[in-house]
Every structure is written in structure tokens, then in C-alpha cells.
């Protein structure tokens, strides 16, 4: 009798990447191939959300930062130099020239140097503190004003020279990253607080190395959701967990964009530097100025309430330079800047971006049953629920003999429903490919059935 093989994945799976609803799966349950402009919440896939054009400077922009400041967030713009009030819409003049090219948390604006001190490359605010990086050395301040305390340093050296690249704050703590190095420093009191002139561990500043293999590749390749810190650097991107001084991370760990390493491959190698990250709604935005058509219009989204943190590429009809989170409204919004163009788009917005129809996808791993012979595909299947008018197409993919076949297009409201489509293919593996040309669907599930002789294998995605 002919022995029925066991395919390669889960007999029976619904939800993608998801967490809670694959906990009982092996790791690998939902992985997708591929996704393109896709949400995956808690094993749902959904088109991600569109894009309008919130405003345009008057010239071009050289670089970009949020502010939080009395008026409200803002996003500070050098090269035209303007403030868009996130908002009111609106452009006012602003001098930059004082205000370095630095992410803060605010201060008013981005970090203002009280100091002569004009060329420093990365900062942030701690307690009552500000802290610059030059180099491998870092300074501290006080800048209340209220009595002129004498400032202090502290250099990182720990066996290299290893220049700062971006300081990441959490109250009087910090990481630092070098390009080669990561840096958990906990601020000291520093000297002028030490009214005993006693030996006092408080008032030194604690500097630990926790990586000598990893660094930052571009300054604004780092962001943080909670304890976690993820950050750009040139293998891929990274995640430390770190939190008031302990940390839990693994020196020289692999990149967490190892099952996307095509794309990253395509990154443009000489703007590496210029990538920028920002965090919003649970979210991990990273810009990549990708080689070709793809050039600077892509944002790769992470969540990180799924298993698998990778969540799609965001491709947009424009350049995205850069990213960055504000408020709008009293709501932490997601906003992509255009440089060239000098354009501020507020991202995850209506149902187009900016009038261009969103075009989404999802590629199922390929179904490998395991035997030297070919099998036949009867038919796959897709369950989701339209949620208004839709258009959907759904694709089969055959490997040995190469092909794509269209199985199923429909453009109506179906409410909850399942589609079938015989595929009716024979071939040694193949794949389900969904895309969405309009609408917003909730797609739970996609699948594909084979047999061989007579017997049926399910294998549900």
C-alpha cells in the first residue's frame, strides 16, 4: 500500500507569526516567506494603513528630529530651517544653528549646548543632566543654571578606541553605543556632590562593556519599545533588553532580520549610515535605503508581540528618508520624511497613500512533501473576512515545474467567508501567495490540499 508522507510544517495551522494563537505550534508555525505591507496582529494578517501628505517645507531638508516643547511635538527640520507643528499643520522659522543634529527627548527642542562645545556627535538628558559624546569620551553638565557646577567626563575606552555613536537614556542611566561596542554606563553623581570629600561610590560614574562585537551603523538606526532597544548594525538589526542598568543581552548575537537576509543584502552599502528607526503603537520602524526601484520607499515594521518580530516591508510611492514619532492630537503618531522633496507624510492614515491605491501581499513557505516524486495539488484555500468591499487575488506557486498560476480573484464584500480554488498542479513543492489590490481584509488563514493516490494531506498556514 502506498505510504501516505508527512509534509514539511504543522497538519493544521491558523494565524501568522502570531502569539497567543500559535503557542501550541512548533517555532516555525505562521512563518511567512514573505510579506509586503501586511499587519500581523495576533495572527490575523491586514493590509497596513495608508498615508497623507501633512505639510511641505521650503526647501530641502538636510535632516529631521521630533521635539516635544510648551507648543506641542513638533518636527524640527534643518536645511529649510522650520518647525512643523504636528498639530496645527503649520511652518514657522526656527534657528537651528545652535541645535546640533541630534535626537533628544526634548528640552525644549532637539539638545542645545549651553557650552562652546558645538561638534559633538550624539546627546541626551538624564536627570538633571545633560550628556554629549565626542569621540569615545563622554560629558556631563549641569544645565539648570542655578549655580555654575563644574562639569565632568568619562571615556569608554575598555581595550579599543571605539567612537560614540548614539546614547540611549533611562533616567540616570544609559547604553552607550560605539560602532564596534555596546556600553551600559550609570551616571555618577560627579565630583561637585561629593561635599565630604569622601571616597563615595555614588558619585562615580559606572561604565560596563556588554558588547564587543556588535555596534550602531548609523546614529539614527536605534530605537526603543519598553526594556527593548533595537538598533541598525552592519550584519543587520539587533535587539538589546536593557532596563535601569541590568541588561540580558548576549555579546555578538545574531541580527533578528537573518529570515529577510535578501533584503537586507540590498541596502544601499553607501547610505548605510543614513537609515533611521522610530517607535510607535507597539511598533519598530526602520527605514532602508534599498539599491534599484526601491530606493529610500521602504520602511521594515517589527512587532514584537509576535514570536517573530519581523512583520512586513512597507513599500511607499514616495521616498521615506527618515521616520520619526509625535504627537498629533494628544496620539503618538508615525510621520516619514521626504528630503528632496522637503514633504512631511503622516504615515497610518486612510486607505491610500495619498491617493495611490496600497497593493498588499503575503507568501505562504513552500509545502515540501518529502518523496522524490511529483505530487498533485488539488486545491488551496483562504479564509478571511472582507470587511467591506475588496479586492483579492490568490496565486498558486509551483516549484519543479516552475510557475504562477492566478487561482481566485473576487471583488465584492463577502463578510466572513472561505474561498477554494482547484489548483489541479503537479510539482515537488509550492506555495500560496495572497495580494490585496484594495480594501482592508482580515485574513485568518491560508492553505493548500495535495493527495497521493487516493489520499488526502492537509497543510493549513
Known sequence: MPREIKPDGDLRFEGFASFPNSASFSPDSGMLEYSENMELNEGVATPRLGSVLAGT?????????????????????????????????????????????????????????????????????????????????LK?????????????????????????????PDINAMLVFGKRSIYSVNAGLGRQANVNRMPNPQVFHQIQKISSQ??????????????????????????????????????????????????????????LTQITAASCDGRCYFTLPLLGDYNKSVVLSLNLANKNPLESV??????????????????????????????????????????TPIVSKIRSRSYMFQSHSEKKYDDCFLSLDTKGPAEVEMNFISVNPDGKWLMDRFSANLGTAVRRALTNKKSMSGKLEIVVKSGRPCIYSIGLEASIVGKSIFSSF
Do not use: H
Not at 542645545?112 to 550628556?131: K, P, Q, S
Not at 562639569?151 to 579599543?160: F, I, R
Not at 543581552?249 to 547610505?271: F, R
Not at 520619526?324 to 503622516?346: E, F, T
Open 57 to 137: 517645507a521650503d526647501s530641502a531638508i538636510e535632516y529631521a528630529c521630533a521635539a516635544s516643547s510648551t507648543l506641542g511635538d513638533s518636527i524640527l527640520l534643518w536645511g529649510s530651517n522650520q518647525r512643523f507643528n504636528c498639530d496645527t499643520g503649520l511652518f514657522t522659522s526656527v534657528n537651528l544653528a545652535a541645535k546640533q543634529k541630534a535626537r533628544g527627548q526634548g528640552y525644549q527642542d532637539a539638545l542645545t549646548m549651553e557650552t562652546a562645545d558645538t561638534d559633538f556627535v550624539a546627546g541626551a538628558n538624564i536627570i538633571e543632566r545633560l550628556v554629549t559624546a565626542k569621540g569615545d569620551k
Open 140 to 168: 556631563f553638565s549641569l544645565y539648570s543654571g542655578n549655580q555654575p557646577y563644574e562639569p565632568d567626563s568619562a571615556y569608554l575606552v575598555q581595550g579599543t578606541y571605539d567612537s560614540i555613536q548614539a546614547i540611549e
Open 214 to 271: 556588535d555596534g550602531l551603523a548609523a546614529k539614527d538606526g536605534i530605537c526603543r519599545m519598553g526594556s527593548q532597544v533595537l538598533f541598525m548594525d552592519t550584519d543587520g538589526i539587533k535587539v538589546v533588553k536593557y532596563s535601569g542598568g541590568k541588561n540580558a543581552y548576549e555579546d555578538g548575537s545574531s541580527p533578528i532580520t537573518l529570515m529577510i537576509q535578501d533584503i537586507m543584502d540590498m541596502i544601499d552599502p553607501s547610505k
Open 314 to 355: 512597507y513599500v511607499y510611492p514616495q521616498s521615506i528618508d527618515s521616520v520619526v514619532s509625535a504627537r498629533k492630537d494628544g496620539k503618538l503618531r508615525l510621520w516619514g520624511i521626504n528630503y528632496a522633496q522637503g514633504k512631511i507624510y503622516l504615515l497610518g492614515e486612510g486607505t491610500t497613500d495619498a491617493g
